[in-house]
């Protein structure tokens, strides 16, 4: 644990703008904050007599040290604290829980031969953009109708090109694309289509229906019924597509419309998009943390990280009250979009109708969510409050568990799976294929994982704390990533999947570190569920009511489950694919100067491996394809492995990783 005098630190802080970060005594980061003057604000919280609100009191009393990083603005402060604050999302700031990206249509005006495609990353270049559409389904099938209409490319090639092996590619063939790849049409005629697309994109269907309409009744006139049929289904598409552009306003503006609704702890905030005058969309976010917030504080703080998140940002945002620093919000997201923006409440007239249906749009949704995000809360925050009661700690977001797996010594792996607030966070999970230990040793296996987690926590924690010195440049950067890997937040409990034996491995394992977490062991009945938890030398039962109310039992109950079973799964998928890779592998892969070709014409000359460790050197030189040296180097290694016994050793590591889940296979702890 640092040494840290609070109130000695709170009389070196400067008066400036910065942001302040708030720790716990295991170096969880609790809060992030900014501040005009970092002196006054940061002082407010530890000053007697101050009012604080139970939840701010619940965390100061958590606080060991804090820390904080001066800039030169009261604008930098806002976008390093918004940096840090989806960087780490601390359990006592008001957080956006829905982490959405949306889909855009980009038309590469910028190029001679323009293409249309779907992006979700808005950049600073001449092309054009539309959107952002809520529905990524929604957006490909306008995309494939304008390839069908228009007969625009869609390949990244770049053109004009003289290569003169290049073809028309299949959509050509379809009659969907023009293929300018091969000169099929001249700049003018394709930049003509290309401003239909944009006008077509802009609202404007008159000249797709009319071209549409012409096709189809060529079609008819030539008896084609079928391809009439065609054009005919296309018209209903574009009009069907019309018909959805509704709301549309003389003026052609473009504005978010944002509007909430609270229902006890729970805040659900609606948006809805409307560019060009028309109403292309909405979407709903629930709000976590807000319980003890104001209704400003908590749209302040959703604006803040939904425009962080979004490559968007409209020319106005209205919304039902003017949110905490309005001022300072319109100066951040009028950089962000290099335009003016304003932040507008609207008191009549249609703007204050959409922000009422807005409204009662998020009505709807707390009432028909309300039930499941009860339930949801239930089985995670919920079970993991209880969890910390029952073990009696203060407080409890990061759960991890580890497990060994082997088969009699063979291809031993460890795993580690991390819950956070009650949810698997596989990010954060990690295999560790085990080095230093031979034969079926769990406990020994058990003692390298998490001395090799643990002290690659502290090195990434000595490297995070050197990198602080760097922040504030990181933050006019727009970087406002402190922290190091995974590996440096470490767990406020840690879940053995073994008894006493393995927890006394993990106790002395932190014990040598200097590190002080709480290790708790899953007590399993005869079919190898977890009845109970073994902590601090008893066991903890976790049925009945005998501990609290056997509803919040059962869920904490289903939670540990939960855990294990994922520990396991995660563990024996680890072991399966090492065994397949362990069984497909041929001890001719070892020998020097063997490549495929000389091993496969090998296993085709010889039957089997028995035959060919009994043959000789002249007869392995006999193989097709193989010479003195390379018979003599494969001789050599089969009766080299005969003498020292390693025909079985295994493979150093692999460095395998899955979908998001890493692997650690070294000592450095390598993240795919």
């Known amino acids: 644990m640092r040494e840290f005098d609070i109130h000695a630190e709170l009389a070196k802080l400067p008066s400036c703008p910065g942001v302040y970060i708030m720790h716990d005594a295991r170096d969880r980061i609790l809060y992030v904050g900014k501040a005009k003057i970092l002196k006054r604000r940061v002082s407010q919280y530890f000053r007697e007599g101050n009012k604080l609100s139970p939840k701010i009191r619940r965390m100061v009393s958590q606080v060991n040290w804090f820390e904080y990083i001066v800039v030169s603005s009261e604008l930098e402060s806002l976008v390093l604290e918004n940096n840090l604050i989806k960087e780490h999302r601390p359990p006592y700031n008001t957080l956006l829980k829905d982490d959405k990206t949306y889909p855009f249509i980009k038309v590469t005006t910028d190029e001679p031969y323009p293409r249309v495609f779907l992006t979700r990353r808005q950049e600073k270049d001449k092309a054009r953009y539309f959107g952002p559409f809520t529905n990524g389904v929604s957006v490909n099938d306008t995309i494939e109708l304008l390839r069908k209409i228009y007969r625009i490319r ?17 959509y050509h063939q379809i009659g969907q694309c023009d293929a300018p790849c091969v000169g099929l049409v001249s700049e003018e005629a394709y930049a003509e289509m290309v401003a ?3 006008r077509f994109l802009g609202g404007d269907y008159s000249d797709g229906i009319a071209y549409l309409t012409k096709r189809m009744e060529e079609a008819s006139e030539a ?14 598409r574009v009009k069907a597509l019309a018909q959805v552009q509704h709301a549309n306003d003389k003026r052609l503006d473009e504005r978010d419309i944002i509007a909430m609704a609270r229902e006890e702890e729970h805040c659900v905030v609606q948006v809805f998009f409307e560019r060009n005058g028309k109403l292309i969309g909405r979407e709903h976010f629930h709000m976590q943390e807000t319980d003890e917030r104001g209704d400003a504080e908590v749209l302040s703080a959703f604006l803040r990280q939904f425009y962080e998140g979004t490559p968007y940002i409209p020319r106005e945002v209205m919304t039902e009250i003017m949110p905490e620093e309005a001022e300072l919000l319109e100066q951040w997201l009028t950089v962000k979009r290099e335009q003016p923006v304003h932040i507008r409440v609207p008191k009549i007239g249609d703007k204050e109708r959409l922000i009422r249906l807005a409204k009662e749009n998020a009505r709807m949704v707390i009432a028909k969510d309300l039930e499941k995000i009860t339930r949801e809360e239930a089985r995670t925050h919920g079970a993991m409050r209880d969890l910390a009661g029952l073990l009696g700690l203060a407080d409890l977001h990061r759960v991890e568990s580890y497990d060994i797996s082997n088969i009699s010594g063979f291809h031993s792996v460890g795993s580690m799976v991390v819950f956070t607030d009650g949810r698997a966070r596989k990010s954060d999970y990690r295999k560790f294929r085990i080095q230093s230990v031979d034969g079926p040793d769990d406990y020994a296996s058990m003692r390298e994982v998490l001395t090799r987690r643990f002290t690659h926590g502290l090195r990434e924690r000595e490297v995070a704390a050197a990198a602080v010195e760097n922040a504030a440049a990181a933050a006019s950067a727009g970087n406002g990533k402190i922290g190091g890997n995974s590996f440096s937040v470490f767990p406020d409990v840690i879940l053995m ?16 570190l200097g590190l002080t977490i709480p290790v708790c062991g899953m007590v399993k009945d005869d079919r190898h569920r977890t009845r109970g938890l073994y902590f601090r030398g008893e066991e903890i039962a976790l049925s009945g009511a005998s501990h609290g109310a056997a509803g919040a039992n059962e869920e904490v109950a289903a939670l540990v489950t939960r855990i294990q079973d994922e520990t396991h799964r995660f563990a024996i998928e680890y072991h399966r694919s090492l065994r397949s890779k362990g069984q497909t592998r041929s001890v001719l892969d070892d020998i020097p100067g063997i490549g495929p070709t000389r091993r496969r014409a090998i296993m085709m000359y010889f039957k089997s491996m028995a035959e060919l460790r009994e043959a000789t050197a002249e007869q392995i030189a006999g193989v097709p394809g193989m010479n003195r040296a390379a018979a003599a180097s494969v001789y050599s290694f089969l009766h080299k492995e005969e003498a020292d016994g390693s025909g079985n050793e295994e493979p150093e590591c692999d460095n395998e990783a899955e979908g998001s889940e890493n692997a650690v296979t070294d000592g450095d702890s390598e993240r795919d």
Not at 223 to 236: G, N, P, S, V, Y
Not at 497 to 512: F, H, N, S
């Open 154 to 170: 869609t390949c990244n090639r770049a053109l004009p090109s003289t290569d003169p092996s290049l073809r028309p590619c299949l």
């Open 196 to 198: 239909k697309v944009l």
């Open 223 to 236: 008896l084609e019924f079928e391809k009439a049929a065609e054009f005919r289904d296309l018209i209903t």
């Open 497 to 512: 999947d073994g008894g006493k034996g393995q927890i006394e491995i993990a106790e002395e394992v932190l014990a040598e």
